[in-house]
Structure formats: C-alpha cells, structure tokens
C-alpha cells in the first residue's frame, strides 16, 4: 500500500510504580512536545503560505482525496506500535513538486485528523487520541519535509523530465519518509518503555511491509504528481481511483484476516476450555473410582490379614471368604465395565455369540442374584413373567448382565423399607422387561445424561457406590441386541425402567437384523 504511517502505542509507559518525591516532566513527554510542536508550526507555516497557492480548486481537491483515504486506512499490529497502511502520504508527497513543502504538511493534517475521527471511540479516549493526533502531525509533517526536501533536490539535480528524474527522487523521497516516520516513532517507544524496545528488532520487524509501503508509496505519489502536472481535477481522480480502490481493497481483505484469526483464537479458547472441563471430568472421575475400588481393597486386606494370623478361620468363619470373594468379584466387575467402555469407545461391539435363550430363566437367575442383597437392605423384591418360556435371540451372558444391572441399581437406590418390582412379558413382537422401584428416583433433568458414560446423580452419589458405567453398557447392549430402554422417574417416588427386545417366534427362527 502507498504510504506508512505510524501510531503512538495505546498504552502509555508505566511508572515503574514508585513514588516520585519530585515531580519531573518524563523525557518521553518532552519528545512527544517537541515534535508536536514541529507540526503544528509547519501547519501553520502551510496555511500561511495557502493564498499564495496556484490552482487552489485543485489543491483542495487533493486534500479532499487525502481526507477519502483516511477510509481505506488499515492499522496492522507490529511489535509494540500499530502500522497504519493508506494512500493518504502518498497524496501528500505529490502536492509536493506543485505548491512545496509546507503544502505536504497541511494536506496531511487534514488526512491525519480524518482519521482521528474515524477512529473509534472505544479503542482510545478522545484525550489520548488528541496527543496522538498532534504527535502524529509532528511526526508525518517532519517526514514530508525531510523525504520532500530530496525529492525537490532530486528533481533538480537529474531534471524534472528525465526518466531518472521522475524515478529515483520519489524512490529516495519515500525512503527518508519512511526511516524519519519510524525512528521517530521507535525514539517515541524507546523513551516510554526503556531497554525492553529493541529499535533494531522493531526496524527489522517492520522491513518487509516498509518495502511494500515504499514501492507503492513512491509510485502512487509519482503518478500522482504527474496527473497534477498535466491533467485537470477529472484527471486527477482518474488517476487517483485505482491507488484508493487498491488500498480499500487491502483493507478488506487485511479486515478479513483480522476476523478470521480472532476466529480461531476464539475456537482455540473454546478447545481449552472443553479441555479444562474433560480434565476436571477426568480428575473427578479417577477420584470416585478409586474411592469405589477401595472398598472392596481395604475388605480383601483385612480378610486376607484375619486368615494369616488365623489360618483356621478360613474354615471356621465362611463369612470371611464370602466377603473375600464377593469383593474380588466387585473389583473383576469395575476393570469389566472399564474395559467394556473402552471396547464401545473404539467402535467394537460386547455381544459374543447369540443364540435362543429363554429371558424369563435368566431373569429368575438375575433375581435370585441380587435377593440376598435385597433382603439385606430390607426391600421387597418381587418378580412376575406373564408366559414361558420367553425366547429370545442373545447372548445369555450379556442378557443377565442387562438383567442384573437394571436389578441392582433398583436395589441400591431405594431406601430400607421400599419394593422392586420386576415383570417379564410378551407385548406384539417384543419381549418387555420392566423394573420398578420405589426408590429415590431420578431429578428431571438428570434423566436425558443417566446413560452418558460415568455420569452419576450428583444428590445419590452418596447414597451407593457406583462409577456411572453400568447404564451406558446396559444401553449399548440392548441396541447390539435391536431393542430399546426407556426411563421414568420422579424424584422421591421411585424409577421405572422399561427394556424391550425383538422376540423368537418359534425358538428355532432368528429374528430379522
Ligand atoms: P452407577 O454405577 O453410578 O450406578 P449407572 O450407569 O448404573 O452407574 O447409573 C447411572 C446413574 O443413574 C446412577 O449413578 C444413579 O444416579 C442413576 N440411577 C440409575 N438407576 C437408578 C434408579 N433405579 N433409581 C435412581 N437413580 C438411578
């Protein structure tokens, strides 16, 4: 893009936080003054020297034109300072050969202070944009002179109408610009932020766009210049047209990328977070598992302590070697379910081979499991089958475990004191399971997430222990086996869960997938 303009950083310098007992103006400050003043002095020396200006209509119309590119002006974070891109500089070097220096200066206070217009409101208080804008001036208007004066010299030297003459002074011109507006601009940051600005990394920094931003600006002000010479205002803008359309369309596209990046930085944010949140999830998780394996680790422990200093009791006792295998039962079932997750995680199915089975035989096995449990919690289990036998197409292992984990839940969420009922029955071509309880039920908008793998109630986790897997392995199960289940529940009054899977017509048929 033609032109490079600079722009002082938003934040101002620290204070390093310690209290001053004597109040000294910072040096950065005197800086600032001091080119501001420069500025505004060649601005007025500008508009001092305007009635004596030739083609006045013409002039105003650049500075016209220099106000519309203050439009297709796009700022590009550098380091710690912005770079703007706009055609607005290379209007004011063209007005250079036509009515001098201080012209360049004026031209560019009016595209400088259009652009402190636009500026939005929220980026920076207007009192800060204030110094920026004279800052700005000073600095622009310092550059004009000192690229202007070897543009002038230039001209001179080589002839205005040589091919060299209209060539390398813009090129010469548009350098000096260029160094003058970013060292000034580096003096400025230096002076605020102390040694952490390294002038050479931010020169080298800004290398690549200040070659884009010289080539383009040497051209743009050259045709311009050119069109000034010899064309009237029509042919000015004609001339004009292709440099803004071109810097607009850059802004467009720089606008876009902006868009784009905070895009995916957003998406990034929003990854870190779900990563977060799986984290805590997993933590959480670990937590509740090893508190439920140590359970039946701490039992096996002290049974396995009570045999070696009393050998005899594994005889004596058979309650000892009861509980010793009930809790390496328990340990095998949790290693089970996480294996099994892991399985369906990976795409892999549970089901090994099917064949016929009855479902009202295994679910009198599955009862008579979990009836020594219920009865030690004081439930009442009753279980019903409408007609036998009831035929299915299963894996009779995988069918009791769908049997036994419905049952047990209903057994470990119902208070002492409360019922299970189950009922087996055939309902068109479907067998129907259904397990009630009059339990501690499921909170409303609990129930969508009980099958979602290691989700848990959060008001029962204290009521039994459990990892929140038996239910998203029960539902796997029952779809491998083309069934459904469906839940009901209110809180404090129980749970219904309701399983329903394809029957056999005739115990040697298979059902159709
Ligand atoms: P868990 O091992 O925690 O029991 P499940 O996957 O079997 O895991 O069940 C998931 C959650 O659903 C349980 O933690 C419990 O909060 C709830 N839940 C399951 N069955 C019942 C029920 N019959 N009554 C009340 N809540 C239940």
């Known amino acids: 893009m033609p032109g490079d303009t600079m722009t002082l950083p938003s934040q101002p310098a620290p204070d390093g936080g310690a209290p001053h007992v004597q109040k000294r103006i910072p040096l950065y400050r005197i800086y600032l003054s001091l080119i501001s003043l420069s ?61 001098g220096l201080l012209a360049a200066t004026l031209v560019s206070t009016g595209f400088n202070g259009c652009l402190w217009l636009l500026k939005p409101k929220d980026q920076a208080t207007w009192k800060k944009s204030g110094a920026q804008l004279a800052f700005n001036n000073g600095m622009h208007a310092l550059a004009f002179v000192a690229g202007g004066a070897l543009l002038l010299w230039g001209r001179r030297v080589l002839g205005a109408d040589t091919l060299l003459g209209q060539t390398a002074p813009w090129l010469l011109a548009t350098i000096v610009y260029n160094e003058v507006n970013l060292w000034l601009l580096i003096g400025v940051l230096r002076l605020q932020h102390g040694p952490e600005i390294r002038p050479w990394a931010i020169w080298k920094e800004e290398r690549w766009s200040s070659q884009i931003s010289i080539l383009v600006l040497a051209l743009g002000g050259g045709v311009l210049s050119f069109a000034i010479q010899n064309y009237d205002a029509v042919g000015i803008i004609i001339f004009y047209l292709p440099i803004g359309l071109s810097a607009y369309a850059f802004r467009l596209y720089v606008r876009q990328m902006q868009e784009h990046m905070l895009n995916l930085e957003n998406i990034v944010a929003e990854r870190t977070r779900d990563l977060a949140a799986l984290n805590r999830q997993k933590d959480s998780y670990l937590a509740l598992l090893t508190h439920d394996m140590m359970t039946p680790i701490t039992s096996i422990q002290l049974c396995a302590e009570e045999l070696k200093s009393h050998p005899a009791a594994a005889v004596e006792d058979p309650f000892l070697t009861n509980i010793l295998l009930q809790s390496q039962k328990t340990l095998l079932n949790i290693v089970h379910n996480i294996l099994d997750i892991e399985k369906l995680q990976a795409g892999g199915s549970l089901s090994a081979a099917k064949v016929n089975c009855d479902l009202a035989d295994v679910l009198d096995h599955v009862v008579s499991l979990v009836r020594l449990d219920a009865d030690v919690r004081g439930l009442h289990l009753t279980h019903t089958v409408s007609s036998r036998p009831l035929w299915l197409y299963a894996d009779r292992q995988q069918l009791e475990r769908i049997l036994l ?59 039994a222990p459990g990892a929140g897997l038996g239910l998203a392995i029960t539902k796997a199960l029952i779809e491998e086996h083309h069934g459904d289940i469906a839940v009901q529940s209110e809180e404090g009054q129980g749970a219904v869960f309701v399983v329903r899977l394809p029957r056999v017509e005739n115990h040697e048929t298979i059902p159709a997938a």
């Not at 796009?74 to 710690?80: A, G, L, M, T, Y």
């Open 39 to 99: 500025g505004m002095a060649l601005f007025l020396g500008g508009l001092w020297r305007f009635p004596d200006y030739a083609d006045k209509h013409l002039f105003l119309l650049l500075c016209g034109l220099a106000a519309v590119s203050a439009l297709t002006t796009i700022s590009v974070q550098v380091e710690k300072s912005g770079i703007t891109y706009s055609v607005g500089p290379a209007v004011s070097l063209a007005v250079i050969p036509h009515w």
């Open 405 to 463: 984990n419905l049952l047990s839940n209903a057994v470990k969420y119902t208070p002492a004191g409360g019922s299970v009922q189950v009922r087996a029955q055939l309902i068109g071509q479907y067998v129907e399971v259904e397990v009630r309880d009059t339990g501690y039920g499921i909170p409303p908008q609990e129930i969508p997430h009980i099958f979602e793998r290691f989700h848990r109630v959060e008001r029962l986790q204290t009521k």
